[in-house]
């Protein structure tokens, strides 16, 4: 059974800087889109960036500039850096990795920005 866990969610006041990792028990498949959603209260789960093979990544617009992706193959970490916060990037995130010929939802962590 794949495991996958994400951390280093947390309160951060607007501004500030968190980074999220997703550790898979197994190798991560970079040749499929792997990526973060988050979903905050009453919203629905929405894709906030992807990576797939050869470094190409995509951002939702209310991120771009501030949040970047990537990926450690050897590690099979998949990390989602954080800066600029702001309270409306509050929500819990989910990284979704492929590992074989499955894909995998992590459990979640919450990122509260306020002050």
């Known amino acids: 059974q794949v495991q996958v866990v994400e951390s280093g969610g947390g309160l951060v006041q607007p501004g500030g800087s968190l980074r999220l990792s997703c550790a898979a028990s197994g190798s991560i498949f970079w040749l499929y889109v792997n990526g973060w959603y988050r979903q905050a209260p009453g919203k629905q789960r929405e894709l906030v960036a992807g990576?797939?093979?050869?470094?190409?990544?995509n951002y939702a617009d209310s991120v771009k500039g501030r949040f970047t992706i990537s990926g450690d193959n050897a590690k099979n970490t998949m990390y989602l850096q954080m800066n600029s916060l702001k309270p409306e990037d509050t929500a819990v995130y989910y990284c979704?990795?492929?590992?074989?010929?499955?894909?995998?939802w992590g459990q979640g962590t919450q990122v509260t920005v306020s002050s």
């Open positions: 990576i797939r093979g050869g470094g190409a990544t």
């Open positions: 979704h990795v492929h590992v074989g010929p499955y894909n995998y």
